[in-house]
């Protein structure tokens, strides 16, 4: 297991301008109801998500942050995530200019696991220059692996697998699906020594 100092793992948080979070096991928990059909008989698998995980990535967009959610899903199965995404990218927020108040618009890249997650990494950053010293990365499992040993500051939400745990710099107090991003944002916050309170509203 490697050591981290909280100075380090702080200055970390002070130096990142963008994050790529897995999506099942971090903004989902890793359980999927199924059994569920909709109107015209098709099957449905029900996933739940914790709104305060939707602040949370408000809260690192409202401080330039730029966001990414990568998933090894496709097509049906990334219907959920998809969905989030869109909702986020037509917030009043992510309509305005950026740099007049507007925030950059989430990315979202399905299909990718394991190394290919990283490639999905290296798209995201080409979109602003962005670089892997200065990218955040938060997964759960072992396919999260290969972008979390890229990146700057590597994040885990409670549950995440030992090996994975043991890997990174923070790990969240709650879990995936229910809080662990709001977690990270509000240490990211925390370290900026940034009031969340007087950040303007999405």
């Not at 969905?83 to 925030?103: A, C, F, H």
């Amino acid at each position: 297991m490697e050591m981290h100092s909280i100075e380090e793992v702080r200055r970390l948080a002070c130096e990142i301008d963008a994050v790529v979070f897995d999506v099942d096991g971090v903004l989902f928990p890793t359980e999927v109801t199924e059994g569920f059909y909709d109107a015209a008989g098709n099957p449905v698998r029900i996933k739940t998500r914790s709104y305060t995980d939707g602040q949370g990535v408000s809260l690192l967009r409202a401080i330039g942050i730029r966001v990414a959610f990568v998933t090894n899903e496709k097509d049906d199965h990334a219907r959920a995530v998809a969905g989030v995404v869109e909702k986020w990218n037509t917030l009043p927020s992510s309509e305005k200019t950026i740099g007049d108040g507007g925030w950059p618009k989430v990315s979202l890249y399905t299909g990718m696991g394991g190394d290919k997650k990283v490639v999905a990494a290296e798209l995201f950053l080409q979109e602003f220059g962005g670089s892997f010293e200065r990218c955040a990365m938060m997964g759960d499992d072992l396919v999260d692996v290969p972008l979390l040993r890229r990146v700057a500051l590597r994040a885990a939400p409670a549950q995440a697998e030992k090996v994975v745990r043991d890997l990174c710099h923070f790990v969240a107090e709650r879990a995936g699906g229910k809080g662990a991003i709001r977690d990270f944002a509000n240490f990211v916050l925390e370290a900026r020594g940034i009031d969340p309170t007087a950040l303007p509203p999405q």
